[in-house]
């Protein structure tokens, strides 16, 4: 027995290993079922007693440093196999993707900051609407050609024929809510989508953003308007920008107007982007229409008021000169990413 004890502690101490799977197969050799370990410890339960106590140190000892042996090799190896770039604190991070915002959610924003610092709250309806708040209330006859299958997306027809329900064609419909719930002064600018039965191209879309402002109080005049206008446009477009009213017409507004911007791609002189005229056509504009404070239940001998609207592809086309409206709704990331600055 002791010798045998002695060969495999020599066994055990020049074992050496090339993979995991060597060192496996030598514990199972030493602590296996019928490995030599094993077999040795039956064996030492027959020894006679005077000789127990010697012979179990030393196997005790065998025992361990084969264990020993057995778990410093497997470390070895777990070290080796495990994957480099854990160990390499050198190795240089790798950036996060940062999205952007879109350009046409920074515009609408940028325009929403102007007017509030002149005081307008932010007010938002609902894209599905109904006849009422889109045309009837807004001063629209009967058989305004605005009302046409061609234009409106028609959702539903009423009962009896007088409010069918649509989607907004224009985001003046939350003039008419607000109007409706709140007496003056109001002074609101509304953001949201419109929808128009028009064929998809470069310069027209089915789908797009408008904003559009009121302010009813007494003593409101054109010049209030004109001037609110202005300052709107010189903070967007920059202090050296003018702007134009040209008449104009539009049911809910009288006397209305086309406001332009002079084209701040050429300074005035004339260019492709304002084909020449040196101006740049951003939205329509006007008094309200007495009709229309009356159809909301306001009095309108003792009030008036300002309104406008405006496209926000449209100012967007002009601020970045992306001509093709359709980029601003395909999410194609090579033309967003191009906006990474633009918060
Ligand atoms: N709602 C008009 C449109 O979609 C834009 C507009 C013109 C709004 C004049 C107004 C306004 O409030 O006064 O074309």
């Given at each position: 027995?002791?010798?045998?004890?002695?060969?495999?502690?020599?066994?055990?101490?020049?074992?050496?290993?090339?993979?995991?799977?060597?060192?496996?197969?030598?514990?199972?050799?030493?602590?296996?079922?019928?490995?030599?370990?094993t077999?040795?410890?039956?064996?030492?339960?027959?020894?006679?007693?005077?000789?127990?106590?010697?012979?179990?140190?030393?196997?005790?000892?065998?025992?361990?440093?084969?264990?020993?042996?057995?778990?410093?090799?497997?470390?070895?190896?777990?070290?080796?196999?495990?994957?480099t770039?854990?160990?390499?604190?050198?190795?240089?991070?790798?950036?996060?993707?940062?999205?952007?915002?879109?350009?046409?959610?920074?515009?609408?924003?940028?325009?929403?900051?102007?007017?509030?610092?002149?005081?307008?709250?932010?007010?938002?309806?609902?894209?599905?609407?109904?006849?009422?708040?889109?045309?009837?209330?807004?001063?629209?006859?009967?058989?305004?050609?605005?009302?046409?299958?061609?234009?409106?997306?028609?959702?539903?027809?009423?009962?009896?024929?007088?409010?069918?329900?649509?989607l907004?064609?224009?985001?003046?419909?939350?003039q008419?809510?607000v109007?409706?719930?709140?007496?003056?002064?109001?002074?609101?600018?509304?953001?949201?989508?419109?929808?128009?039965?028009?064929?998809?191209?470069?310069?027209?879309?089915?789908?797009?953003?408008?904003?559009?402002?009121?302010?009813?109080?007494?003593?409101?005049?054109?010049?209030?308007?004109?001037?609110?206008?202005?300052?709107?446009?010189?903070?967007?477009?920059?202090?050296?920008?003018?702007?134009?009213l040209?008449?104009?017409f539009?049911?809910?507004?009288?006397?209305?107007?086309?406001?332009?911007?002079?084209?701040?791609?050429?300074?005035?002189?004339?260019?492709?982007?304002?084909?020449?005229?040196?101006?740049?056509?951003?939205?329509?504009c006007?008094?309200?229409?007495?009709?229309?404070?009356d159809?909301?239940?306001?009095?309108?001998?003792?009030?008036?008021?300002?309104?406008?609207?405006?496209?926000?592809?449209?100012?967007?086309?002009?601020?970045?000169?992306?001509?093709?409206?359709?980029?601003?709704?395909?999410?194609?990331?090579?033309?967003?990413?191009?906006?990474?600055?633009?918060?």
């Amino acid at each position: 027995m002791q010798t045998k004890i002695s060969s495999l502690l020599s066994v055990v101490e020049s074992f050496t290993a090339n993979s995991v799977h060597e060192v496996e197969e030598f514990r199972v050799k030493m602590f296996g079922k019928k490995g030599d370990l094993t077999l040795l410890f039956d064996e030492f339960k027959q020894v006679p007693g005077e000789v127990k106590r010697e012979l179990g140190q030393k196997i005790n000892e065998l025992k361990s440093k084969a264990q020993s042996r057995i778990s410093e090799l497997k470390q070895a190896f777990d070290i080796a196999d495990a994957p480099t770039f854990a160990l390499d604190a050198s190795r240089p991070g790798s950036a996060d993707k940062l999205g952007t915002r879109h350009p046409i959610a920074s515009v609408r924003s940028e325009i929403l900051a102007i007017f509030r610092q002149l005081g307008f709250a932010v007010a938002e309806g609902p894209e599905i609407e109904d006849d009422r708040h889109v045309f009837g209330a807004l001063n629209f006859p009967p058989e305004h050609p605005a009302r046409d299958m061609q234009d409106t997306f028609f959702i539903e027809k009423s009962a009896n024929g007088e409010n069918p329900i649509l989607l907004r064609t224009h985001t003046s419909s939350i003039q008419v809510r607000v109007m409706e719930k709140q007496q003056p002064p109001i002074r609101i600018v509304c953001p949201g989508r419109v929808f128009r039965n028009e064929a998809i191209s470069a310069r027209a879309h089915c789908m797009f953003h408008q904003v559009e402002g009121l302010y009813v109080d007494q003593n409101v005049s054109f010049a209030d308007l004109k001037q609110t206008l202005l300052y709107f446009a010189k903070e967007l477009f920059g202090a050296n920008v003018e702007i134009r009213l040209r008449p104009s017409f539009f049911p809910f507004t009288e006397p209305s107007a086309e406001m332009d911007v002079s084209c701040s791609i050429c300074g005035g002189k004339g260019c492709n982007i304002c084909k020449g005229t040196g101006w740049l056509e951003v939205g329509g504009c006007g008094m309200v229409d007495p009709n229309v404070l009356d159809s909301c239940k306001i009095d309108s001998k003792t009030y008036g008021g300002f309104a406008f609207g405006m496209g926000v592809e449209r100012i967007a086309m002009l601020k970045y000169q992306a001509r093709d409206l359709r980029l601003y709704f395909e999410n194609d990331v090579r033309f967003l990413r191009q906006f990474t600055a633009a918060m």
